[in-house]
Structure formats: C-alpha cells, structure tokens
C-alpha cells in the first residue's frame, strides 16, 4: 500500500474517531440538561416523548453514549482510530471510577437481592475493586473508555427496560432517607454525562497529554455550565410562579402622570400590584410599594453607614497602621464578624440597639443591624483593592511632592474603586435579602397602609441631636419580611390572591429589586474602571 493511500485511511479513520466522540459530547449535553429540568420539576418525570417516558429515554441516552465510547476506545486500541495514548489512565482516574463501580454495584445489589448490609457490601467491594484495575491497568484509551462506557451501558440499560422508574424507591438500610427513582435516576444521569463528556473529550483530542488536557477543560466547564443553568433555571421558576401575580390588573395606558408645574395628565403605565399598599379597606389589588419602599431604606441606610467607615478602616490599615499584631487582630475579626450567622447580629440589634435608641421595632435599628453585616464585606474588599495598587503610583506622586493624604485620595482610591464596589455589591446582595434579624429589630405590620414617608418626616428640634424623624423610628415592612410573614401566616387578608400567590408576586419583586441594586453597582463599577483608564 503506498504512503498516500496509508495516510488517507489514517486521516478517514481520524475524522470517524472525532465524529463519534462529538456525538458522545452532543448527546451527554442533551442528557445533562434533560436531567436538570427533570430535577427541577420543568418537565415531569413520567412525560411521554414519542410515546417512551423521559426517565427511559435518559437510559437509552445513556446507553447510546457507553456504546459510543465503547466504539473508539476498542477502535483505538486495535489501531483502527489514530491516536497517542498514555501506557495507563492513572490511579486517581482508577480510584475515581472504582467508587463510582462500586457504587453501580451496590445499586444493582439492593435492587435484585435486597436492602441488607451484608448482601449488598461485598457486591459493591467486588464492582469497585474490578473498576480500578480495569482502569489503571489497560492502555489509556482503554481504562478511560470501556469502564465508563460499562457504567453507562448497564445503567441505561436498566433504566431504558424500566428497572428502576418513577414508582421505584430505594430504602438503605444505614439510613431513614427514602431516594425516589424520579430524583435518583436524573442524578446519576447528570454524573454519568459528565463522566461520559469528559472521556469522549480525552478520545477526540486522541488521549495523551492533549486529550486529558481536553477533558479537563470539558469537565470544568460542564460544572460551570451546570451552575450557571441552575441559576437560570431558578430565576425562571421564580418567574413562572409570579409573573401572573406581578401583571395582575397590569395596564399599559391605564394610569396618568400628572407633570410638576403644569399641571397636564399624561397617560401612564398601571401596575397595581408594584405601586399599591398592601392594607387598607379601598384597596382592591394588594401591591407590595410599602415593602419595596422599606427595602430600599434599609439598603440605603446600610450603604451610608458602612462604607465610609469600611474605607476609612482599610486606608488606615493599609496606608498608615504598621503591619503586625494590631492589623493580624484586625484581620481575625473582620473575618470572624463576616462569618457571624445574621440571627446574632439580629440579637445584637434587639438586646443593645433597640433600647437605647427606640425603644421598638424601627427602621433605623434595621439599617444599623444591616450595616454591621455590611461593614466587614466592605471592610475586607476594601483592603484587597488598595493593596491591589502598584507601589509605583504611590512613588511617583511622592516624588511629585503630593502629600501623602493627597496621594492615597487622588490616586489610590480612584484605582481601588472598582474593587471596593465588587465588594458593597456582594454586601448589597447579602443584606437585601436578610429576614432573621429584620424579624427581631424591623418589622411591623406585614401588610401595611402606609409606605414609610422618611424624607417627608424630618423635623428640627431644640435638643440634641436637634434633628427627629418619627418614620425612622417607626417599625416597616420590608421583601423578605413580608415574604416570610406571608409563608407563615397561611392566609391572605385579601381574596383576589391566595397566601401562595402573593407570596411568589413578592419573590418575584424581591428579586427585581436585588437585580437592580446589581446593576446599579456594576454600572457603577464599569463607570469608574473606564474613567481610571481614560484618565
């Protein structure tokens, strides 16, 4: 046979092994995500797709992919595929699929021979110590093809003739739990496509040092794939729940806009569940203004509070307290006070602040409390940016003859900014969602009348601090809070909605509101990182 020909097979031969193995990758990622929407309830278990249920189909999926890497292991083992594998697969890959054999294996054990320690150990002993060697000690291409493809060729077979279905629970004896075959077959399928992705990987790349390098990445991005999905996935099940709660008597041109000076109506979107109070007699759509008015006091308070004292704490640390033991204390507590659970800060809040300051549930002891959990976050980011910050900045306005309080705020404060607002926007993120100390130092009534007017309520005083504000320390209501209240109450004072229906309206605002505080810090972030560049 001539050099030409030899190299055109090889090549036709490679081209095969990529194509089976992107097939593998194609149907893996179908499995995976199939498996999520299962997990998360979007698709039901027992839903018929061209007449076979999901839970089948994700056997037969399973099985197709053991098959397909079945394929170009045993092709490339007998030189049908071009490849360049390693002489084994490695111990740690023979240890990995040995657990998960031996977990296959007690699997298979309590379902044909029962639930009892005795029986179904040793059968798990025997699968997992029989997946290491077929692991470590064959050729590469076969120690990360054929035990995986097994795993997925018995799996899926014996979920596509319905071994284990929807109806199917498992009961360990070691353990009270009960695992359902409707949450434990999605779960082995999102395990078994991503062992499944990341062999197919290694095979395309033709093993070696590519291949596992390949699979390495295929892996680690499947993970931040999965998680990214189960935040969409999350966001959208919220949506679905509150949207019609949300839009709920929603007009487009239904409401007016009176103009300041004027005095002219303009047609006005209507939303009556964002701009209504909850309470009161002539109210007809409850709406939730009240509590996302009380939220956002909170925040904004909190915000005030903590980050000019968290900055000024990290300039101090950072720019003019000497390293040592003072700064180490400092570290452990901040860090300390960011771990602290929120129900302490709450019982901070009611046992020192509420009577020294109103003597009651109020907004101001809320934004207080809030601010304590915000300060260490801001605190800790704070520093990070400021070390982050070239010597050589601070040495060239130095030899400018900048003093060194001009330095640190004309030049060190402007490059660490856009770290310190990561920093409040994780901390904004942490706070507007907070409930258990909000139970303890704010809240009022869950379903108010009345929105907290505070700007509307300053007043002068003839004695110190010579500046009240009744509505500040008034109790309020805030997202999580009614949220919570309306879980636990188990009834809506309002029959339009039922307790579960406002409940995911206020989720649904809730999340909007935490949204939009994000974008306002990364816009803000971007702002400042454009002008340090510009500049």
Not at 456 to 470: R, Y
């Amino acid at each position: 046979m001539s050099n030409v020909r030899r190299n055109r097979l090889v090549a036709g031969d490679s081209r095969t092994s990529a194509l089976v193995a992107r097939g593998v990758l194609a149907v893996s990622a179908l499995a995976f995500l199939a498996s999520w929407l299962v997990l998360l309830q979007w698709v039901g278990e027992t839903t018929p797709v061209a007449g076979v249920s999901v839970l089948k189909l994700l056997g037969v999926a399973l099985a197709a992919a053991g098959g397909g890497l079945a394929v170009v292991g045993v092709g490339s083992r007998l030189e049908y595929f071009q490849s360049t594998p390693s002489a084994s697969a490695g111990l740690p890959v023979g240890v990995v699929f040995g657990l998960l054999w031996a977990v296959l294996g007690g699997l298979l054990a309590t379902r044909l021979l029962g639930n009892g320690l005795v029986v179904w150990l040793p059968v798990a002993a025997a699968f997992g110590v029989a997946g290491l060697l077929a692991s470590v000690l064959p050729r590469e291409d076969v120690g990360s093809t054929l035990p995986v493809a097994a795993i997925l060729a018995l799996l899926g077979g014996y979920v596509a003739v319905g071994g284990i279905d929807a109806g199917w629970t498992w009961e360990p004896s070691w353990s009270s739990a009960v695992f359902p075959g409707s949450e434990l077959v999605p779960l082995l399928v999102v395990f078994g496509s991503l062992l499944s992705a990341w062999s197919a990987a290694k095979a395309r790349e033709g093993f070696g040092a590519e291949g596992r390098q390949a699979g390495a990445y295929y892996l680690v991005g499947s993970v931040v794939f999965a998680m990214l999905g189960v935040l969409a996935l999350l966001v959208a099940f919220i949506v679905k729940n509150g949207l019609e709660t949300m839009l709920t008597g929603t007009s487009l041109t239904g409401g007016h806009l009176t103009l300041p000076f004027v005095g002219v109506a303009v047609p006005w979107a209507e939303f009556p569940f964002l701009m209504n109070q909850t309470g009161g007699l002539y109210v007809e759509i409850p709406g939730v203004l009240p509590a996302v008015m009380g939220t956002l006091w909170l925040v904004f308070g909190a915000v005030l509070f903590a980050v000019p004292l968290g900055i000024g704490a990290a300039v101090f640390l950072t720019e003019y307290a000497e390293r040592g033991r003072f700064t180490q204390v400092v570290e452990v507590a901040t860090n300390g006070l960011w771990s602290t659970p929120s129900i302490v800060f709450g019982l901070f809040g009611l046992a020192f602040l509420v009577p020294r300051i109103s003597g009651g549930n109020s907004i101001f002891v809320g934004q207080l409390v809030l601010g304590f959990m915000l300060l260490p976050l801001v605190l800790i980011t704070s520093r990070e940016a400021i070390l982050a910050v070239p010597d050589a900045h601070r040495d060239a306005s130095a030899a400018l003859g900048v003093t060194k309080w001009e330095t640190i705020r004309s030049v060190v404060l402007p490059a660490a900014m856009p770290g310190t607002i990561t920093g409040v926007i994780l901390g904004v993120g942490r706070i507007a969602g907070e409930t258990a100390p909000l139970l303890l130092v704010f809240g009022g009534s869950p379903y108010p009348s009345t929105y907290p007017n505070v700007l509307g309520s300053f007043a002068f005083s003839a004695q110190p601090p010579f500046v009240t504000n009744d509505a500040l320390l008034s109790p309020a209501s805030a997202l999580p809070y009614q949220l919570y209240s309306t879980i636990t109450a188990g009834q809506f004072p309002k029959e339009i909605f039922t307790d579960t229906e406002f409940g995911w309206g206020t989720a649904l605002v809730l999340l909007g509101v935490v949204l939009a505080l994000y974008a306002v810090g990364v816009g803000s972030r971007l702002y400042f990182r454009r002008k340090l560049h510009h500049e």
